[in-house]
């Protein structure tokens, strides 16, 4: 169902919206938990530290393609909060069809490259087959990924977030029986992990498409779903580049990050991927705040009702600051038992090196949660070019910090060069949100 987020209060709203998205994102997120967890377990080190070298060229792919469809989606909210439903309908095919052939092309190259990425990535020679495999049948499924982030950001620019959430549910569920049988029944490895997880997201991409033709009357549109507009291309292209851009950005510095893990060693490999699971499910309450307050203002500046846009703000940055403190004691108390769940019995050195880590970086969660917050007003304003400038500056200081900082300190070196982007992202916010406020 679609939802009108100019009406009603607003803190109930953020959280109710926000809900759905944390919980869908969970279970997106278990999809690769799951490969690392039964690769650990069953296939062995080698094989975990494959699927986590792997896993930064694969989010550069799927964050650049959200990306996309997350720019597309501020669009498409600004325009349903104006009741502008001529245009939206427009907008919304227009994208469908100029992502699809986007993501067949980056599909295509993302193959081609592989080799050459993975040699400029330093990766051990002794896991480069493995590492190869997976990540060439994961491109092969860019199409579901793009088709399935397509119909949810639509569904949530209408104001529904809770309908994907169901479908990827169903999704990751399905996902552990294909574990399962792929790696461990029929002994497939990382290839079968990575088969598991395409056919999973093609049926979560599958559901909600028939969920939308049966339930949403609004988004039945027929031949309409072949109107390509070119005079909304343009502005989408803007919209959906910079957004994603600013994904891409991300991933590229922890590409480059990886790379220099790379050099540390199989167990450095091994731990560093599981923290990066660990941080994920961490860290993802806290974009998804950011995502639900940009619906919000955008919807609501679509209306022009300035008044709830500075409300939805401050009720947003609100959750974050609760959210970062339940995070601090969560992450911190529980380092251990989460490192356990991904090595097998006796990997002590994993479990310390990645133990370490995330004891330091429990304590630094309250300033992505409030670069989250920012950056969800930001893109609720229209205005993509903080939020990527900002991601630039906060990788740049992320991946110099941990070159300077990593061969002094080890695995532990990360977790303050974290630290030092996200300070340097919020001194570049800062300046420009108070600006931005005088004029709202």
Known sequence: MTHDLTKGKITPLLINFTIPLVLGNFFQLTYNAVDSIIV??????????????????????????????????????????????????????????????????????????????????????????MTSDFLRIMFLGLAFTFLYNFLANTLRALGDSRTPLYFLMTSAILNVIGDLIFVVWFHWGVTGSAISTVCCEGL????????????????????????????????????????????????????IIQSLVNTMGINAMAAFNAVSRIDDFAYTPEQNIGHAMTTLLAQNRGAEKNDRIRKGFSSGLMIEFFYSLFLFFVIFFGAPYLMNLFVKPGQTEVVRLGTQFLHLIAAMYILPAFTNGLQGYFRGMGDLKVTLWSTTMN???????????????????????????WILMLICELPLLIQNLRQW
């Open 40 to 129: 650990g377990k069953y296939v062995g080190t080698e094989a975990l530290a494959a699927v986590g070298t792997a896993n930064p060229l694969v989010s550069i792919a799927i964050l650049f393609i959200s990306g996309m469809c997350m720019g597309a989606s501020i669009l498409m909210s600004t325009q349903y909060g104006a009741k502008k439903y001529d245009v939206l309908k427009r907008q919304i095919s227009t994208t469908m069809l100029s992502g699809l052939v986007f993501s067949l092309l980056f599909a295509v190259v993302c193959i081609l490259l592989l080799n050459p990425i993975l040699r400029l990535m330093q990766v051990p020679q002794k896991i480069i087959p």
């Open 204 to 255: 979560s991409c599958l559901f909600c498409a028939v969920y939308i033709k049966r339930k949403v009357p609004f988004l039945q549109l027929g031949k309409q779903w072949m109107v390509f507009d070119k005079s909304l291309l343009s502005k989408t292209l803007s919209y959906g580049n910079t957004s994603a851009l600013q994904q891409a950005c991300l991933q590229m510095g922890k590409l």
């Open 395 to 421: 990788m740049v200081g992320r991946v110099a910090a941990a070159f300077f900082l990593a061969p002094r300190l080890g695995i532990s070196g990360f977790a303050y060069a974290n630290l030092a982007g």
